[in-house]
T-cell receptor
Framework: EPEVTQTPSHQVTQMGQEVILRCVPI?????FYWYRQILGQKVEFLVS????????KSEIFDDQFSVERPDGSNFTLKIRSTKLEDSAMYFC????????????FGNGTRLTVT | TQLLEQSPQFLSIQEGENLTVYCNSS?????LQWYRQEPGEGPVLLVT?????EVKKLKRLTFQFGDARKDSSLHITAAQPGDTGLYLC???????????FGGGTRLMVKP
């Protein structure tokens, strides 16, 4: 069964550094998402992306965050200047075009900011 | 902002017992999805409910969507240790742009 893949599985970075989290969504999916989950807390929506543009973003997704689909397969999340509170699991998800089709999640990237 | 409240947050039961997890909101959702998440992994879809009053069964799991499409429940019959995990409900906004998650119910089933 096709799956969403994310790399790296674990990223350690120093405060103030830029990080890029990478995702390869399921190939025929058209909607792409980033979520994050701080340890022990709920899964929080960051951003949704469709037709090469952001369709929705949350308050968390401020100017230090950006997303890009640089080619036909990758979907990236960039954090420009990481803060300690950015430490979390970051999940990429994709869905097909059918109405109410479910999200398929990757296994996440654990980001640790020191 | 659409909010989903799940209860209980934690549940520890013995093998063979039944349980119900609730997911409530003041908002109407176009659909509601239930996921299960294992440590170190992403959420995995269990079921999607779309129609108000809909009931879906997945082996020992029964999912119900409220008539007004604001709430849902997950009932597990004769729980087994393999059911242990984090159960998440998530509501879909009408535009399909955003899935809002509840806080999750962490279930532990002891043998």
């Amino acid at each position: 069964e096709p799956e969403v893949t994310q790399t790296p599985s674990h990223q350690v970075t120093q405060m103030g550094q830029e990080v890029i989290l990478r995702c390869v969504p399921i190939s025929n999916h058209l909607y792409f998402y980033w979520y994050r989950q701080i340890l022990g807390q709920k899964v929080e929506f960051l951003v949704s992306f469709y037709n090469n543009e952001i369709s929705e973003k949350s308050e968390i997704f401020d100017d230090q965050f950006s997303v890009e689909r640089p080619d036909g397969s990758n979907f990236t999340l960039k954090i420009r200047s990481t803060k300690l509170e950015d430490s979390a699991m970051y999940f990429c998800a994709s869905r097909g075009q059918a109405y109410n089709s479910p999200l398929h999640f990757g296994n996440g990237t654990r980001l640790t900011v020191t | 902002t659409q909010l989903l409240e799940q209860s209980p947050q934690f549940l520890s039961i013995q093998e063979g017992e039944n349980l119900t997890v609730y997911c409530n909101s003041s908002s109407v959702f176009s659909s509601l999805q239930w996921y299960r998440q294992e440590p170190g992994e992403g959420p995995v879809l269990l079921v999607t409910v779309v129609t108000g009053g809909e009931v879906k069964k997945l082996k020992r799991l029964t999912f119900q969507f409220g008539d007004a499409r604001k709430d849902s429940s997950l009932h597990i019959t004769a729980a087994q240790p393999g059911d242990t995990g984090l159960y998440l409900c998530a509501g879909d906004d009408n535009a399909g742009n955003m899935l809002t998650f509840g806080g999750g119910t962490r279930l532990m089933v002891k043998p």
